[in-house]
């Protein structure tokens, strides 16, 4: 569903401050700009926080200002790079200075609403540098600066589900709702939420009520689609309600299999909550499906055994009873999902896959040699990211400063958010250290 936040970045509004041409967008929106050009199938128009781009499908109209303003041509500009970290800093710092001056309302508003064009883009930037609170922080105040920014919610509440602060995306959803109460992507994002809380009717609602609004929002049909088939195959007597985890069937279902299913996600619940030094409080949603309906939800290849995107996801089809293989598959999937709790989302992908091998248990020894042989060429590394080097560093973690630690670091992630940072108060060592401790390890052993 990301494909719902590159669009909605499309739409950053702006109030050039002199006449000049009116974009009328199906929304229902306009936007005063001074300067636009169409460039293939995006229209182009200048903020003063830097240049925007919106598909030209959410455009109905352009109606001419009575400005003397040059007409642009279709013909396209050439690429400009968009403002750098420290032109926008700039810029946030002189409207800032503006906004202390000046008295008067409407000026005021005015330059509210450039900060908050400019806080959107600054906090873009700090995502893209891995900095999620600090683009949290600029979003806020984007909202902050100016509430109807649709663009800066948006952005917001899909930086919270990215981070699992799902109660607070809520909130924000709830409020923008209580502004622009018929904003397709603000009911698209509502039914997302939902989803992800399980609510599978009224995450329905949300996307269909969104889908009345705006049918031409990319991605919604097909998830409507897969929402309804979901939501059928629960109502139909399957849902199986147990302690710690609410199941659900995604095509064939075979009851004696469910049953043995849930009896291992219970004994797997027990023992990685403790293992993990976390007892999550809700129910974690599981989805059982045939192989088909799972590579048809997930488009997934017969290699994945399992998946959590909030939900466990498990491919039984062809499976008739426990075993095993199974049973690691679940462990993996469950550690995922109480790490993800745990950590609130903040755990990076290395850590999160080396802990849910490590407690499959997977042992590392396997590709040990391979390893050992990229550390003595200096080439071993956690990133990019691969399984192998993910399970044998945090094995070597674990091995060397015990279990204690590698969960203090996780709850470091959780409330700090550089992971060098995390290390340095978990460890007394930089990452860099430690990674160079796991080499050194793999090369003197032998
Ligand atoms: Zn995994």
Redesign the pocket.
């Known amino acids: 569903l990301q494909r719902f936040v590159v669009l909605a970045g499309f739409a950053l509004a702006s109030f050039a401050p002199s006449l000049a041409d009116t974009l009328e967008l199906k929304n229902g929106r306009a936007l005063t700009v001074a300067r636009w050009w169409r460039s293939n199938d995006t229209i182009y128009y200048e903020t003063d926080a830097g240049r925007i781009g919106i598909p030209a499908t959410d455009v109905a109209r352009i109606v001419p200002g009575e400005a003397a303003t040059p007409r642009i041509s279709s013909h396209p500009e050439p690429a400009e790079p968009s403002p750098s970290r420290e032109q926008l800093d700039q810029r946030i710092e002189q409207l800032e200075v503006l906004l202390r001056r000046e008295a008067i309302d409407s000026r005021r508003q005015e330059i509210q609403a450039r900060l908050a064009d400019s806080y959107t883009l600054r906090a873009r930037s700090a995502k893209q540098q891995r900095q999620p609170e600090l683009a949290r922080d600029y979003l806020e105040r984007a909202l902050a600066a100016k509430p109807q920014h649709v663009v800066a919610r948006l952005d917001l509440i899909w930086l919270l589900l990215e981070v699992g602060r799902t109660d607070r995306a809520q909130s924000v959803i709830a409020e923008g709702l209580t502004l622009t109460p018929s904003d397709a992507r603000l009911l698209a994002a509502s039914g997302e939420v939902r989803y992800r809380q399980n609510q599978i009717g009224e995450a329905l609602a949300d996307f269909r009520a969104a889908q009345s609004i705006d049918p031409t929002l990319p991605g919604l049909a097909e998830r409507i689609v897969r929402l309804e088939r979901e939501s059928q195959s629960e109502a139909d007597d399957s849902r199986r309600e147990s302690q710690h985890f609410v199941v659900s069937f995604d095509g064939e279902r075979d009851r004696v299999l469910a049953r043995e299913i849930q009896d291992q996600l219970e004994v797997a619940w027990t023992d990685l909550a403790r293992e993990l030094d976390c007892w999550p409080q809700r129910a974690i949603p599981v989805v059982i499906s045939s192989r088909e309906e799972f590579g048809a939800s997930t488009s997934s290849g017969p290699e994945v055994a399992g998946l959590?995107d909030g939900k466990i996801r498990l491919p039984v089809g062809g499976v008739t009873r426990v075993d095993q293989r199974l049973i690691q598959v679940i462990r993996?999937e469950l550690t995922?999902a109480i790490l993800h709790e745990k950590g609130a989302g903040r755990v990076p992908r290395w850590l999160?896959?080396g802990l849910?091998q490590l407690l499959e248990p997977r042992d590392a020894a396997r590709d040990r040699e391979r390893l050992r042989a990229l550390a003595a060429n200096g080439s071993l590394s956690i990133s990019p990211f691969s399984y192998p080097t993910a399970l044998s560093f945090v094995q070597h973690l674990e091995t060397q400063y015990g279990r204690a630690r590698l969960l203090w670091l996780v709850d470091r992630l959780a409330e700090v958010t550089a992971e060098n940072e995390a290390f340095l108060q978990t460890y007394g060592l930089s990452q860099e250290e430690m990674l160079e401790s796991w080499r050194r390890s793999l090369t003197e052993r032998s």
């Open positions: 959590f993996h995922h999160h896959e849910a």
